[in-house]
């Protein structure tokens, strides 16, 4: 596969990334236009379109003059009919498309599913679609499926199969693929019943970090939302994990020693630095001792609560901005020896960690 075919993929895939994080107003005239096609294609006449500006918004309120029967209750979402009869459609447009792309070269087909859909569906999941779990009540079950259709990933896949790989599609192939690829770039989400369709307006504002290496996306921001809606409804979130506004903007020893959730406590710690938490918190130093996974650094046990101690350690990775980022990890309080709790964070024994030429 030429170097030029891999770059035009990966163009293609950043092209894509930036609908997926677009914080421009919805362009409503083209999202309409669509959905009112893929009615007409389901034998349904164009719904009524109650715009909202947020998915939260979305899910809580009833549209004006729709009387919903309990089946259309959104926790009952993945019962409905009409995403039911669209995502079909969907599923057929695909199957047809995979049907003409086995003509494709076989090389640039992989090097396109992994590193355009693939990589997509990962920032997906932990940007925007961290936001749409957000917005449901965490005891619903997620109607994942008919969300799907709405991602770009497999927009995007097949975008670059035609455009890279030299996919055919027919003239009637085409022009159904462009109605899925307009909404994935002019609107948010949306929720189609028989009479009306909510549509969700896009965030006015998304932050993210790039992780290094493959280029995945995923929210972030240390001091404000990582997400914003119009309607004032956002997310916070630390590298990647949901957390409580408190996590950014007031996190304390207190905060965290009543934390229940670890992932959260984690996050806490990270956003005040452990060093600084160590000193805040008073933990204990028991012991320490050099990294062997990690020449040059030092290992530090704390003694934390009960059955549990805190290892600081130092990565065996240099940062984007050139350092090494200081960390620490829970371990049993058993562990007494710090290189045996380095060990235990791997499922190494200490003899095995003190082995081992390089940690990362």
Not at 177 to 202: H, K, N, Y
């Given at each position: ?265 984690r996050c806490a710690i990270e956003r005040i630095g452990w060093a600084s938490y160590v ?82």
């Amino acid at each position: 596969m030429s170097a030029l075919g891999q770059r035009e993929a990966a163009e293609i895939r950043e092209e894509w990334l930036g609908r997926l994080l677009s914080a421009l107003p919805a362009d409503r005239p083209a999202a309409e236009a669509a959905i009112s096609e893929l009615y007409r294609l389901i034998g349904l006449g164009p719904p009524r379109f109650h715009w909202v500006p947020s998915p939260v918004t979305a899910l809580t309120t009833v549209p004006p003059g729709v009387r919903l029967r309990p089946s259309e209750a959104v926790e009952r979402l993945a019962e409905w009919p009409v995403p039911n009869r669209l995502r079909a459609l969907r599923t057929r447009l695909c199957l047809d498309l995979d049907a003409q792309a086995r003509r494709v070269d076989r090389g640039l087909y992989q090097h396109i599913h992994g590193r355009v859909r693939i990589l997509l569906e990962r920032s997906f999941n932990g940007s925007l679609g961290m936001v749409l779990r957000a917005a449901h009540d965490p005891r619903e079950r997620l109607a994942s499926i008919w969300y799907d259709a709405l991602g770009i990933s497999w927009i995007a896949n097949y975008d670059a199969l035609r455009r890279v790989a030299g996919l055919v599609l027919t003239r009637e192939q085409e022009r159904r693929f462009d109605l899925w690829a307009t909404l994935a770039g002019s609107c948010g989400w949306w929720w189609p019943r028989e009479q009306v369709c909510v549509v969700s307006e896009r965030p006015v504002a998304v932050r993210i970090e790039v992780r290094a290496g493959d280029g995945e996306v995923c929210l972030h921001c240390a001091d404000g939302p990582a997400v914003r809606y119009a309607d004032g409804w956002e997310v916070h979130a630390w590298h990647g994990t949901r957390v409580p506004s408190w996590v950014i903007d007031d996190p304390s020893v207190e905060r965290i020693t009543r934390e229940s959730n670890v992932e959260v406590r984690r996050c806490a710690i990270e956003r005040i630095g452990w060093a600084s938490y160590v000193d805040q918190a008073g933990l204990r130093l028991l012991t320490t001792a050099p990294d062997p996974g990690n020449p040059g650094s030092e290992l530090r046990l704390y003694d934390m609560r009960e059955d549990t101690r805190v290892l600081l350690a130092v990565n065996g990775s240099v940062e984007r901005d050139g350092h090494r980022r200081r960390y620490g990890l829970t371990v049993p309080g058993f562990l007494d020896d710090p290189i045996a709790a380095a060990g235990w964070t791997y499922g190494l024994s200490a003899q095995q960690y003190s082995l081992l030429v390089r940690r990362t």
